[in-house]
C-alpha cells in the first residue's frame, strides 16, 4: 500500500496510512454515525433520561430511540464524552473569572477595609471613654449612625474542645453537647447549668475541665445610618 496522495480532479487527499490513528488529543465527533433515530440536542435539551417531557407527556422521538448495537453505543458514548468535555470548559473559563473577579473585589475594596477598622477601632474607644466618665450613657447617638455598648454578664467558655465533650459524654451530660452525630458544646445549656466559684465552674458540685471564666465585659457595635 502506497502513502502516496490521491489525486482526484482538483482535489488531493492523504494516503492511507495517514488515517492509520487520530492523536489522542483530538477527539472524534460525537455526531460521527450518529444513527437515524438519534434524539437531537435540542430533544435533550428538553427530555429527561428516560424520555419524558418536562410536562409528563412522551418525549417522542427520544422516547423512541434505544441502543440497539455497538454502533449506536458508541455514538452515545461520544455525545456523553463530547458533553463531559463542555462541562470542563465551562467550569475551567468560570473558575477564571471568579479568580479575576475576587482579586478585582479584594483591590478594590482594601482601602474601604482599612478605612472600616481604622474608624471603627477609635469610634468604639471614644464611646468607652464617654461611658466611662458617664455610666448612664449606654450609646453615642449621632447625626449619622451609632456606637452602642452592651453589658455581657460573666461567662463560662470552652477552651479546650475535646477535653470538654470527653467530660460530658463519660460522665451524663449529653445534654451540653450538640449535635449527638457530631458533638459540640452547647454554649447556652452550658452558661445555663454552670455556676461560679472563685473562678472555677461546677455543675452539680463537679468541676468542669476544659473551660474558662471570662469577667464581665461591655461590647461595642458600630452602626451607620
Do not use: C
Not at 422516547?63 to 464524552?81: H, P, S, T
Not at 445534654?175 to 461546677?202: I, N
Amino acid at each position: 500500500m502506497t502513502d502516496r496522495p490521491v489525486v482526484h480532479g482538483r482535489f488531493v487527499f492523504p494516503g492511507p496510512s495517514t488515517f492509520a490513528r487520530l492523536p489522542d488529543d483530538v477527539p472524534i465527533p460525537a455526531e460521527l454515525g450518529q444513527p437515524d433515530d438519534a434524539p437531537s440536542d435540542e430533544d435533550l435539551a428538553y427530555l429527561s433520561p428516560d424520555g419524558l417531557s418536562a410536562n409528563g407527556d412522551a418525549g417522542g422521538r427520544l422516547q423512541r430511540f434505544r441502543i440497539e448495537d455497538d454502533g449506536g453505543a458508541e455514538w452515545a458514548m461520544r455525545k456523553l464524552a463530547a458533553a463531559n468535555r463542555r462541562i470542563d470548559e465551562a467550569e475551567m473559563q468560570a473558575e477564571a473569572w471568579r479568580k479575576q473577579i475576587d482579586e478585582w473585589e479584594q483591590r478594590v475594596t482594601a482601602d474601604p477595609v482599612r478605612t472600616i477598622d481604622f474608624m471603627t477601632h477609635h469610634l468604639t474607644d471614644y464611646a468607652r471613654r464617654v461611658r466611662e466618665a458617664d455610666p448612664r450613657q449606654k450609646s453615642v447617638v449621632l447625626p449619622s449612625g451609632r456606637v452602642s455598648g452592651r453589658e455581657q454578664g460573666q461567662r463560662v467558655v470552652v477552651v479546650k474542645e475535646s477535653e470538654f465533650v470527653a467530660w460530658a459524654r463519660d460522665n451524663g451530660y449529653g445534654h451540653l453537647l450538640r449535635p449527638p452525630a457530631a458533638p459540640k458544646p452547647d454554649a447556652k445549656a452550658l452558661q445555663a447549668a454552670a455556676m461560679v466559684v472563685d473562678d472555677t465552674a461546677l455543675i452539680d458540685g463537679e468541676i468542669v475541665p476544659g473551660v474558662e471564666i471570662v469577667p464581665p465585659d461591655v461590647t461595642y457595635s458600630v452602626s451607620p445610618s
